[in-house]
């Protein structure tokens, strides 16, 4: 068992790349906006930690999937995949991880690249917030270092 932290987001998208940008900055799996590459990465009984947006009335949040009441998604689109997807698929396909989490940030605008500063400033506090959580899995997260890194690419899609 491995506790895997994957980044999902299109940095096309504006505020979408925050997921993307801040697991490149972390140092941890960045996904990009290629939800089966994610699938590839976990393995039976990992805990995975999902960081992307999500539309939520929330600010910000830390969510628990429940895995066992995912059934069957249907997949309409072959070059995105959803958390929810990307778990769905692993199950199928014996990869089950033993926990699935979601660190999401609620985003302002999903247009050309860049992202805003309240979705940074929003995932500072995310980080922050849960960082015993992310401390009692074994992960240290420098927020302060991540943010900086945050800020200095979140103009630059590629």
């Known amino acids: 068992m491995a ?26 799996y960045d996904a990009s906006a290629n939800g089966f590459d994610a699938l590839t990465f976990i393995e039976k009984g990992d805990i995975v930690i999902f960081l992307d947006t999500m539309l939520m ?29 990307i778990v769905s698929l692993a199950k199928q396909s014996g990869r089950e991880p033993q926990k699935v989490y979601i660190m999401a940030v609620k985003p302002e605008r999903l247009d050309w690249p860049g992202i805003s500063a309240e979705v940074i400033e929003r995932m500072r506090k995310l980080l922050s917030e849960y960082s015993d959580f992310l401390k009692k899995l074994g ?7 991540v943010i900086q890194c945050v800020k200095s690419r979140k103009d630059s899609p590629w």
Do not use: W
């Not at 506790?3 to 941890?28: F, H, P």
């Not at 992960?139 to 270092?145: M, P």
């Open 3 to 28: 506790v895997k932290i994957i980044g999902l987001g299109n940095r096309l998208y504006g505020d979408d790349a925050i997921g993307s940008i801040t697991a490149e900055c972390m140092g941890v």
């Open 57 to 85: 009335e929330e600010e910000y949040g830390l969510f628990e999937i429940n895995k066992d009441k995912i059934q069957g998604v249907e997949i309409s689109d072959a070059h995105r995949l959803s958390p929810i997807q």
């Open 139 to 145: 992960l240290h997260v420098n927020v302060d270092n």
